[in-house]
């Protein structure tokens, strides 16, 4: 074998020895840049996070790069993204002079001669890129592109199992928050208030809202709200019947494009309020559907079968701390009731 290729697959040995054995996905990440870096024999090495709006990519690993340039940023994720994805890498043969590339200057400075850039791809998707940067210009072999690519393919893995270990952390920490909350207080505007502020948080979207049923089901009224503007609130009823009504059946609902589709009220003025897409999950209580817990993006998305289940759960604790605060109120009219009732007793005699 190649001594080229024998030092590549025991790079790629160590890397996935490394990945079998640590918790710690931080030294994992900078396992792989160094491996890039040393079998390459590279000035530097980074792998780029794809952030969750696409736009910009974040530096979560790095070696051999000044704060400065890195503070600088990568170059736009909407640019490179479909090059990436269709033909593997991106090589600037000379990065102080070649035109795609941002910055050209302080790459200079920075004393680098040649990149290239590999994906991190994850079951289809781009979540992140490894990008090599080599003191003098260069050329990359195709062996060494597939090396590269193999090695970013970890760091992928890598990122997701720590984003997949740190989401279950958050979304621990957000019921184990929010059952204290029903357990200390029966105050259901404020447990639903917070429950409004603290999904919206998790799962960063634009804005979030709890309304519930009046009594004659017939009108969604509004009882909690975060992000959203008094204008929109104060926009008129919302039909139980015209409003996302496949959501008072018992079944989650989400709407990719609020503007077209049918079972949306007030278009117009969720254009204004800048609301693209929405999920409604049903509230209940004692297995009767009471009201909808609703997300807004300000951008079209589609959400993951695992946010369904994290905020129709949500909703669900919504639902039993409604359902408390009313057992509470029932005992209090039942004592009241109870008290009148041995007071008018004693009076007889």
């Known amino acids: 074998m ?30 792989i840049v160094d491996s890039a870096i040393g079998t390459m024999k590279a000035k530097a090495a980074c792998l780029f996070l794809a952030d969750e709006e696409r736009e910009i990519f974040k530096a979560v690993a790095q070696r051999g790069l000044s704060a400065d340039y ?5 170059g736009h994720a909407e640019k490179i993204i479909p090059i990436l994805k269709k033909d593997g890498f991106i090589y600037y043969r000379d990065a102080t002079t070649d035109i795609r590339l941002e910055n050209r200057e302080r790459k200079k400075a920075e004393g680098i001669g040649s990149i290239i850039v590999v994906p991190a791809m994850v079951k289809g998707e781009l979540i992140a890129i490894l990008a090599i940067y080599t003191s003098k210009i260069r050329e990359f072999t195709r062996d060494e592109i597939e090396f590269l690519q193999l090695l970013a393919g970890q760091g992928g893995w890598a990122i997701q199992i720590k984003k997949l270990v740190d989401q279950l952390r958050d979304n621990t920490k957000l019921f184990l928050n929010l059952a204290a909350d029903i357990a200390a207080s029966l105050d259901i ?44 609130l104060k926009k008129g009823p919302i039909s139980a019947e015209k409003s996302i009504a496949e959501a008072l059946n018992g079944k989650p609902v989400a709407i990719t494009d609020a503007y077209t589709d049918k079972g949306v009220q007030y278009k117009k003025e969720k254009k204004e309020e800048g609301i693209v897409s929405i999920l409604c999950v049903p509230i ?45 109120l029932m005992l209090q009219n039942d004592l009241r009731d109870m008290k009148e009732a041995t007071w008018t007793h004693k009076c007889w005699f």
């Open 2 to 31: 190649p001594e080229k290729q024998t030092s590549y697959l025991k790079t790629f040995i160590k890397v996935s020895d490394a990945f079998g054995t640590t918790t710690d996905m931080d030294a994992l990440l900078h396992l």
């Open 70 to 74: 890195l503070h600088a940023g990568y």
């Open 189 to 232: 505007k404020t447990i639903l208030q917070t429950l409004t502020e603290e999904v919206a948080k998790a799962l960063r979207v634009k804005a979030a809202s709890i309304r519930l049923l009046n009594d004659e089901r017939t009108v969604l009224q509004l009882v909690a709200s975060y992000g959203l503007s008094d204008k929109y």
């Open 284 to 328: 209940k209580a004692k297995n009767e559907v009471i009201g909808v817990l609703r997300l807004y993006c300000d951008k079209k998305r589609e959400f993951t079968e695992d946010e369904i289940g994290l905020v129709t759960a949500l909703a669900y604790q919504g639902g039993l701390a409604i359902q408390n605060a009313s057992m509470y």
